[in-house]
């Protein structure tokens, strides 16, 4: 199993992003994937879930009206669309499948991440 985040990048209060993640190694279009950060003080939020085929979504409370999951099964790829940012969206973005509750690294399968920083 593997997957891929990018897209991150600095970004000013007020800003967008989209990031993106591949997965390779299983059958994409089978799992239910998601999105958590890592603050900077080290703690798993988890932000947003997808499910196998795009049907259902689920967000975090802070950031339902301003982030959008979507997935591309054909392409093997996942996505966050992430509008009117904020300093404590600030993190490294982690995509994830079969984490549970998704607390714990050592749970399921996880990408390296890639960094979001929400700074003026």
């Known amino acids: 199993v593997r997957l891929v985040e990018s897209g991150g990048d600095f970004v000013q209060p007020g800003g967008s992003l989209r990031l993106s993640c591949v997965g390779s190694?299983?059958?994409?279009?089978?799992?239910?994937i998601s999105w958590v950060r890592q603050t900077p003080d080290k703690r798993l939020q988890w932000v947003a879930s997808i499910w196998h085929d795009g049907s259902q979504v689920r967000y975090r409370d802070s950031v339902r009206d301003r982030f959008s999951i979507s997935r591309d099964n054909a392409k093997n790829t996942l996505y966050l669309q992430m509008d009117r940012m904020k300093y404590e969206d600030t993190g490294l973005y982690l995509c994830?499948?079969?984490?549970?509750?998704?607390?714990?690294?050592?749970?399921?399968?996880w990408g390296r991440g890639t960094q979001v920083t929400v700074s003026s």
């Open positions: 994830a499948i079969e984490c549970g509750t998704c607390e714990s690294k050592d749970v399921g399968h």
């Open positions: 190694g299983f059958v994409f279009g089978s799992q239910y």
